[in-house]
Antibody, heavy 126, light 111 residues
């Protein structure tokens, strides 16, 4: 079965760029049909979707973060990455990568996540 | 402030039935499917209910979902101690260019 694992620095300085990688095992990210996604959870808070990217490169981002976010694929390594620029303490969170599913029928749209990686805590501090 | 509104907490005793509500609007729950995730302490969220009321394989039939207009509910019957977790609802929101919205989460305590 597909498994995902996040990796990257646990500490980022304010105003710098947060960079995380998600390594996928048990399946190819270029096989199609899935949206490779990032979701974050502020300490003790709820979930916030960051964005998702399809194997073809088409992507969807949370409007509140869109100006600072880039999600990209590296099919040669079966990985996808998140870059979040100009970070502040408000970006301190556990960051999860997940396999996203998208389904549109009539006027109804679905976008859900299964499975998820274990998450990695990123702290923004000087 | 989350786009979808959930009660911050819920509780029940073993064997009881509890429900968790999720309130949205016409641009999200009112026009799209609802999903529920379970997050056990110290772990990543796990998909619990998809497309309003469908259970992924492996999820016990004690868990059920429903949707009406701009609200949704998760019901857990025959409550067990291992059900103690945070539960999140989610949906696609058609506003702006479209995005995923989550509820703020409900912490379920099994007394």
């Amino acid at each position: 079965q597909v498994q995902l694992q996040e990796s990257g620095p646990g500490l980022v300085r304010p105003s710098q760029t947060l960079s995380l990688t998600c390594t996928v095992s048990g399946g190819s990210i270029s096989s199609g049909g899935y949206y490779w996604s990032w979701i974050r959870q502020h300490p003790g808070k709820g979930l916030e979707w960051i964005g998702s990217i399809y194997y073809s490169g088409s992507s969807y981002y949370n409007p509140s973060l869109k100006s600072r976010v880039t999600i990209s694929l590296d099919t040669s390594k079966n990985q996808f990455s998140l870059k979040l620029s100009s970070v502040t303490a408000a970006d301190t969170a556990v960051y999860y990568c997940a396999r996203g599913h998208r389904f549109v029928t009539g006027t109804a749209t679905s976008h859900w996540f299964d499975p998820w990686g274990q998450g990695t805590l990123v702290t923004v501090s000087s | 402030q989350s786009v979808l509104t959930q009660p911050p907490s819920a509780s029940g005793t073993p064997g009881q039935r509890v429900t968790i509500s999720c309130s949205g609007s016409s641009s999200n729950i009112g026009s799209n499917y609802v999903y529920w995730y379970q997050q056990l302490p110290g772990t990543a969220p796990k998909l619990l209910i998809f497309r309003n009321n469908q259970r992924p394989s492996g999820v016990p039939d004690r868990f059920s979902g429903s949707k009406s207009d701009t609200s949704a509910s998760l019901a857990i019957s025959g409550l067990r101690p291992e059900d103690e977790a945070d539960y999140y609802c989610a949906a696609w929101d058609d506003s702006l260019s479209g995005f995923v919205v989550f509820g703020g989460g409900t912490k379920l305590t099994v007394l």
